[in-house]
């Protein structure tokens, strides 16, 4: 069955640096999201991306973050200057379709950033 | 936004027994999904349900949605160590598809 992957597994960086997070959605899939779960707390929205452009952003998706598709199979979330905070398991998800039609999730990538 | 309360937080049961999770919104729900997550890992699609009086079962797990769609409850039947981890009911919200999550219910089945 196909599957989101996700690399690296797990990235540790230092404050200040930047890091790019790398998604392989599953091929025939339209819309493709970033998702975010601080260490106890809730899996939380970033952004969702489709068409080549960002359909929507929560709040925490600030002038830091920015996403990409590269090309016809990768999607990238980068972080331009982490902190602290940012410490988290970023998940990717894609779906077929938008309304109605459930999000495929990877197994995500650990940042630490200390 | 749309909040959604899942209870129990966490439930310890016995090899064999019948379990049921709940998820309540403070809004209508349009798209109620239902995932597993075990810890460190990503998020595995269980079920999808839609309309009021919904009820979906896969193997030994049942989900319904209540008529007036603002409560959605997950049932294990027998359950099994391999049943074991997160679970997560999702809403759909605003119209770029995006889901809002409840903080999950940890899920402990002994043998």
């Known amino acids: 069955e196909p599957e989101v992957t996700q690399t690296p597994s797990h990235q540790v960086t230092q404050m200040g640096q930047e890091v790019i997070l790398r998604c392989v959605p599953i091929?025939?899939?339209?819309?493709f999201y970033w998702y975010r779960q601080i260490l106890g707390q809730k899996v939380e929205f970033l952004v969702s991306f489709y068409n080549n452009e960002i359909s929507e952003k929560s709040e925490i998706f600030d002038d830091q973050f920015s996403v990409e598709r590269p090309d016809g199979s990768n999607f990238t979330l980068k972080i331009r200057s982490t902190k602290l905070e940012d410490s988290a398991m970023y998940f990717c998800?894609?779906?077929?379709?938008?309304?109605?039609?459930?999000?495929?999730f990877g197994n995500g990538t650990r940042l630490t950033v200390t | 936004s749309q909040e959604l309360e899942q209870s129990p937080q966490s439930l310890i049961v016995q090899e064999g027994k019948n379990l049921t999770i709940n998820c309540t919104s403070s809004?209508?729900?349009?798209?109620l999904y239902w995932y597993k997550q075990k810890y460190g890992e990503g998020l595995i699609f269980l079920m999808m349900l839609q309309k009021g009086g919904e009820e979906k079962s896969h193997e030994k797990i049942t989900a319904k949605l209540d008529e007036k769609k603002q409560q959605s409850s997950l049932h294990i039947t027998a359950s099994q160590p391999s049943h074991a981890g997160i679970y997560l009911c999702?809403?759909?919200?605003?119209?770029?598809?995006?889901?809002?999550f409840g903080k999950g219910t940890l899920l402990t089945v002994n043998p």
């Open positions: 809004k209508t729900l349009y798209g």
């Open positions: 999702g809403a759909e919200e605003g119209s770029n598809y995006k889901l809002t």
């Open positions: 091929s025939n899939h339209l819309y």
């Open positions: 998800a894609s779906s077929r379709q938008g309304a109605r039609t459930p999000l495929h």
